[in-house]
């Protein structure tokens, strides 16, 4: 059965830091196509950071230059280093990945269940 499970959130002041993890087991996990997305309430869910089929690495504007997404192929988990945290970056995050290698990074079939990121102003 296919999971991810994301790990690593908690309530931290403006300005601090986080890193999200995201373990991802039951599939096959060699995709080109791995993402962090949030949804904080009513708003909708918006993409933070993916590696995109190219290989390149994609950013919001409202998180580049902040934000890190990574992946250790040994431990098949995705991360998210997150500095210099914003109260408008409070939010359940989750990470996502396609089931295979695509040429077109755009559809997610997996997802992890979120884990909340609350900052404080």
């Known amino acids: 059965q296919a999971q991810m499970r994301e790990s690593g959130g908690g309530s931290v002041p403006a300005g601090g830091s986080l890193k999200l993890s995201c373990a991802a087991s039951?599939?096959?996990?060699?995709?080109?196509?791995m993402a962090w997305f949030r949804q904080a309430p009513g708003k909708e869910r918006e993409l933070v950071a993916k590696?995109?089929?190219?290989?390149?690495?994609v950013y919001s504007d409202s998180v580049q230059g902040r934000f890190t997404i990574s992946y250790d192929d040994a431990l098949n988990t995705l991360y998210l280093e997150m500095n210099s945290l914003k109260p408008e970056g409070s939010a359940i995050y989750s990470c996502a990945s396609a089931s295979r290698w695509v040429k077109i990074c755009s559809d997610f079939s997996y997802w992890g269940q979120g884990t909340q990121v609350t900052i404080s102003s």
């Open positions: 039951g599939y096959n996990t060699r995709t080109n196509c």
């Open positions: 590696f995109d089929s190219d290989g390149s690495t």
